[in-house]
């Protein structure tokens, strides 16, 4: 049975883990996470595309050399921001990332409730080394490592957290605790089950 300090070590483990999957979720492009660009970078312009620039001898003159553009800067109206296009494999890992982070959040609610009642005495909660996966593989997706791999990250997620919900709802299950406590966790658990996404 997990102590007072340890229950709550492991909520702070998940609650962490929460604020990972949400960063990943407003950053990483391989999620389809926006990318908006204000500057044009003078490596990557065409001639089509770079700013009008004109030079102390006369004005609408376009100038570039080794050395970057010199001149001042005219506006030129035909700039547009670039913006990344969402592939569909980023739009498929997108949706995934936003049910499980979803089913997450859904698990540390029941979680806290659970600790608000009888059940906790009993040993009706997310072990702590189940929440430290948790919050390690949600850290390893919020990387930008170039090496990191999304689809079995998120593999990863789908299994730790279904096995943290299949684990509660067995401690549930032999709860002796009154079914009053018992019956609305485990309807919740299930409907958490029940909306896990295919991969």
């Known amino acids: ?50 700013p009008v620039i004109a030079d102390n001898s006369g004005a609408g003159v376009l100038k570039a050399n080794g050395s970057g553009w010199k001149g001042k800067h005219i506006t030129d109206h035909r700039q547009t921001p670039v913006t990344s296009v969402r592939t569909l494999a980023q739009k498929a890992r997108r949706s995934i990332l936003t049910k499980l982070m979803e089913i997450t959040s859904q698990l540390i609610a029941v979680e806290r409730s659970i600790q608000c009642t009888p059940l906790q005495a009993q040993g009706v909660s997310i072990h702590s080394k189940d929440s430290i996966e948790l919050r390690n593989i949600c850290s390893r997706i919020a990387s930008q490592a170039e090496r990191s791999q999304p689809d079995r990250e998120l593999k990863e997620l789908h299994g730790c957290l279904k096995s943290i919900t299949e684990n509660l709802l067995s401690l549930l299950s032999t709860s002796s605790s009154d079914s009053a406590y018992r019956i609305p ?11 896990f996404p295919d991969i």
């Open 185 to 195: 966790h485990t309807r919740n658990l299930r409907h958490i089950l029940g909306a």
């Open 1 to 50: 049975m997990q102590s007072v300090s340890s229950k709550n070590s492991s909520l702070d483990h998940q609650a962490e883990a929460l604020r990972f999957l949400r960063k990943a979720h407003q950053t990483r492009i391989e999620f389809g996470a926006g990318h908006y660009q204000d500057e044009f970078s003078k490596d990557t312009q065409s001639p089509e595309t770079r």
